[in-house]
């Protein structure tokens, strides 16, 4: 039948949200139609990247952008230029530092799994503030002094992890920074939506900021988006294109690729495992061009409906209380009777193990609270999803 089928696999009902573990989310058609459509035809990858710098300057604000394999890759192009800047040499040495600036600075509270693909380019993180308010011992975290106080002349950027709960707020950090010619490379991979926040990092004067394109924006599950600084975009594209190339011959699109500031050619460079198919990157501008037009109330409208289909199908439950959370994106929240002898992990494996497969987002499952994010559901998961909560909770 499918092509899921096909190979064996069985398709799930994503009701965790668009997350790398569960496939992303479901593309659009206009999404789907535009890569079909992409895959037909042959292109010079410099070229479409420079096309794609012009479409993501004008929705983000920032002098230049990218489409990355994904956010995290985002940040490992994004160190690897702020490391190399626009030395082919430096380039083509990465992840060896040495006699290079290879120290980014982080707010300890902000160190996450994600900084792998920081470390990736070579460079040691130097963490900063005793982030106390976290222990109930205290009301600080790091502040704009700690971090202007750590820089070096080894200091090659502050990488900032955006988040409602983060601080020193960005400003203060962009602030701190610039007045030691530092850039800040920010990740904003979940930030979105709401849409403005396209705009508002670069707008902070963040010098690179890196999205996911497989979440809230709709594009393909492997895609991104690194916008910022002309100089810095440059070198993180230069670092990732295939560049195998006579020098004479090479002809890059002057929007996106200054060929008089370079000395030589790079050779491939750290960013090249970060490839992005042409595929890819029509399906990620396409499904952007959708996010920044999108109604978010209409969107809301269709989340809360199906929400609300599932709170109706399930009724009232023995060993569960079933609410309807509708802040800005909806959800289905049940939370299991401290009586009723369940355990919210257990019932999220057991969904997860039945038929149909059900994925929840369970991350307060310990707590025996267990949500249900419609956002990358299909239409006909509501009643199937509803029937098995109901079976598996009691
Ligand atoms: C999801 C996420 C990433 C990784 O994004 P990908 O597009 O999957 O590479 C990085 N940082 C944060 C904070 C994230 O939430």
């Given at each position: 039948m499918g092509i899921y089928d096909d190979i064996g696999v069985r398709t799930i009902i994503n009701a965790?949200?668009?997350s790398t573990r569960v496939s992303g989310g479901l593309l659009a058609p206009e999404v789907t139609a535009a890569m079909a459509e992409a895959a037909t035809h042959c292109v010079d990858m410099a070229d479409l990247q420079a096309g794609a710098s012009k479409i993501i300057a004008g929705v983000t604000g920032a002098e230049a952008g990218i489409v990355t394999s994904g956010a995290a890759a985002g940040l490992l192009l994004g160190t690897a230029a702020c490391v190399a800047g626009l030395d082919p040499g430096r380039m083509s040495r990465l992840p060896d530092t040495t006699g290079m600036k290879n120290e980014v600075i982080m707010v300890r509270s902000q160190r996450?799994?994600?900084?792998h693909a920081v470390r990736a380019a070579g460079v040691k993180i130097i963490e900063v503030g005793l982030p106390d308010r976290f222990a109930g011992a205290g009301v600080r975290d790091a502040e704009g002094w700690e971090i202007a106080d750590a820089i070096t002349d080894r200091t090659a950027a502050v990488m900032y992890v955006a988040?409602?709960?983060?601080?020193?707020?960005l400003e203060d950090v962009v602030k701190a920074a610039h007045g030691r010619n530092v850039p800040v490379l920010v990740d904003a991979a979940a930030q979105l939506p709401p849409v403005s926040n396209l705009k508002r990092f670069i707008a902070a004067g963040a010098d690179l900021v890196s999205f996911s394109g497989g979440k809230a924006i709709g594009g393909p599950q492997g895609s991104g988006i690194l916008c910022g600084r002309r100089d810095l975009v440059m070198s993180a594209v230069l670092q990732m294109l295939d560049l195998d190339i006579d020098w004479s011959m090479w002809v890059p699109p002057a929007n996106l690729i200054d060929?008089?500031?370079?000395?030589g050619l790079p050779q491939h460079?750290?960013?090249?495992?970060c490839k992005v198919g042409k595929e890819t990157i029509v399906g990620l501008l396409v499904a952007l061009r959708r996010f920044v037009a999108h109604d978010p109330e209409a969107v809301r409208k269709v989340n809360l409906a199906r929400v609300e289909k599932m709170a109706a199908e399930l009724g009232r439950m023995r060993n569960g209380t079933v609410s309807v959370r509708d802040g800005g994106s909806p959800k289905l929240v049940v939370m299991l009777n401290p009586d009723a002898g369940k355990n919210g992990l257990a019932v999220c494996l057991a969904l997860q193990e039945g038929t149909p497969s059900i994925y929840l987002d369970s991350s307060q499952a310990a707590n025996g609270v267990i949500s249900v994010n419609p956002t990358c559901m299909a239409d006909g998961d509501a009643v199937p999803l509803a029937r098995r909560l109901r079976e598996v909770i009691g």
């Open positions: 965790k949200g668009a996450n799994f994600y900084d988040n409602g709960n983060a601080r020193p707020s060929k008089d500031r370079l000395p460079g750290i960013g090249r495992p």
